[in-house]
């Protein structure tokens, strides 16, 4: 493209450039260009003032590269107040792109859909997050932008995972938790994940290969079926069991586990206890709930005395921390409970 430029032999380059930039003459659009033995300096406007040996001419410049935004909003066409009321953050579940959006705002979920599409490397789809609801835990979702269906693969870890977002549960926003959790499990245990999902705890163990036996449960079929195959693709069919049924069916039979795993963010507390009864002494529990910022000190010693009524003690807090923010006022939180 042509803009006007100061053309200046080379060896006298950089002492016009100094002038022009104190003068706030230089283009930031385009890229300083060579012609020979001459330097061409893109300018905003013509000197006010000679700046020898410099002479000022039209000349032709490269087009400047596409601005590549650094976030989704940068492309968005609506006002000002609206671009920065909309959340900063989103999921990437295989090419699939979910994000949560205040309802005052969804109104422009199209907007903000088409945006990601082209925002997200790979995407194919973009979707409402509307939350995770009912007992199987299946997530509520809006399609915004892109086309196809809601099953993907997702890779995590170094581990390749079958997800359906419209039937079974899965968030990726976990992948560090998987990870930590398999490198804590010891040569011989027992692993049982309750509420699985589709088995990224499960698969993560298996891989690693450490235990003897991984049980993963959750009350979904789609779930199930789909956590039989990420765990055949992490590792050999005597590693680990599938199975389709209840907590509360299920743990009674259960027998006993060195750890246990139960990740039921909203409700899973009524769970706790059945689910540490199967919990052999010495062993662990790994527990994942939504905690009010305001009950977050208390909340190890309540969880421990819940347990302690059921399953037989002493319990023990070995760990807790922050996974992520959930809301304004919560925390997913990861208990890891000892029994002595």
Same mark, same amino acid.
């Given at each position: 493209?042509?803009?006007?430029?100061?053309?200046?032999?080379?060896?006298?380059?950089?002492?016009?450039?100094?002038?022009?930039? =104190?003068?706030?003459?230089?283009?930031?659009?385009?890229?300083?260009?060579?012609?020979?033995?001459? &330097?061409?300096?893109?300018? +905003?406007?013509?000197?006010?003032?000679?700046?020898?040996?410099?002479?000022?001419?039209?000349?032709?410049?490269?087009?400047?590269?596409? *601005?590549?935004?650094?976030?989704?909003?940068?492309?968005? !066409?609506?006002?000002?107040?609206?671009?920065?009321?909309?959340?900063?953050?989103?999921?990437?579940?295989?090419?699939?792109? +979910?994000?949560?959006?205040?309802?005052?705002?969804? &109104? =422009?979920?199209?907007?903000?859909?088409?945006?990601?599409?082209?925002?997200?490397?790979?995407?194919?789809?973009?979707?409402?997050?509307?939350?995770? =609801?009912?007992?199987?835990?299946?997530?509520?979702?809006?399609?915004?932008?892109?086309?196809?269906?809601?099953?993907? /693969?997702?890779?995590?870890?170094?581990?390749?995972? !079958?997800?359906?977002?419209?039937?079974?549960?899965?968030?990726?926003?976990?992948?560090?938790?998987?990870?930590?959790?398999?490198?804590?499990? /010891?040569?011989?245990?027992? &692993?049982? !994940?309750?509420?699985?999902?589709?088995?990224?705890?499960?698969?993560?163990?298996?891989?690693?290969?450490?235990?003897?036996?991984?049980?993963?449960?959750?009350?979904?079929?789609?779930? /199930?079926?789909?956590?039989?195959?990420?765990?055949?693709r992490a590792g050999p069919a005597h590693r680990f069991r599938v199975v389709t049924g209840s907590i509360e069916a299920f743990a009674p039979s259960a027998g006993t586990c060195e750890r246990a795993i139960l990740n039921l963010?909203?409700?899973?507390?009524?769970?706790?206890?059945?689910?540490?009864?199967?919990?052999?002494?010495?062993?662990?529990? *790994?527990?994942?709930?939504?905690? #009010?910022?305001?009950?977050?000190?208390?909340?190890?010693?309540?969880?421990?005395?819940?347990?302690? #009524?059921?399953?037989?003690?002493?319990?023990?807090?070995?760990?807790? =921390?922050?996974?992520?923010?959930?809301?304004?006022?919560?925390?997913?939180?990861?208990?890891?409970?000892?029994?002595?």
């Open positions: 493209m042509r803009s006007l430029a100061a053309v200046v032999p080379r060896e006298s380059a950089e002492v016009v450039r100094r002038a022009l930039a =104190h003068d706030g003459l230089l283009r930031a659009d385009l890229a300083v260009a060579h012609s020979g033995s001459e &330097v061409l300096f893109p300018l +905003l406007a013509a000197p006010a003032r000679a700046i020898p040996p410099a002479r000022i001419e039209e000349r032709e410049f490269a087009e400047p590269p596409p *601005h590549d935004p650094a976030s989704y909003r940068e492309g968005l !066409d609506v006002p000002e107040e609206v671009r920065r009321a909309l959340p900063r953050a989103f999921d990437v579940v295989g090419d699939i792109v +979910l994000i949560r959006i205040p309802e005052p705002l969804r &109104v =422009h979920g199209p907007a903000v859909g088409e945006s990601l599409l082209a925002f997200v490397p790979g995407a194919r789809l973009v979707g409402l997050d509307l939350g995770v =609801h009912g007992e199987t835990r299946v997530r509520r979702l809006e399609r915004l932008a892109g086309g196809g269906p809601w099953t993907t /693969t997702h890779r995590e870890n170094g581990l390749t995972l !079958d997800v359906d977002l419209e039937r079974a549960y899965f968030s990726p926003r976990l992948a560090r938790e998987h990870a930590d959790v398999a490198s804590q499990v /010891t040569p011989g245990e027992r &692993v049982i !994940d309750f509420a699985c999902g589709v088995a990224p705890f499960g698969a993560a163990i298996v891989r690693e290969a450490h235990a003897r036996e991984v049980v993963a449960v959750d009350l979904n079929p789609f779930a /199930t079926e789909l956590a039989e195959r990420n765990l055949r963010p909203h409700g899973g507390v009524k769970y706790a206890p059945s689910v540490a009864t199967t919990v052999a002494r010495g062993g662990t529990l *790994h527990f994942y709930e939504v905690t #009010e910022r305001s009950r977050a000190d208390g909340r190890p010693e309540e969880l421990l005395s819940m347990i302690a #009524e059921r399953a037989n003690g002493p319990w023990t807090l070995a760990e807790c =921390h922050i996974v992520h923010a959930y809301s304004p006022t919560e925390d997913l939180v990861a208990y890891r409970l000892s029994r002595s």
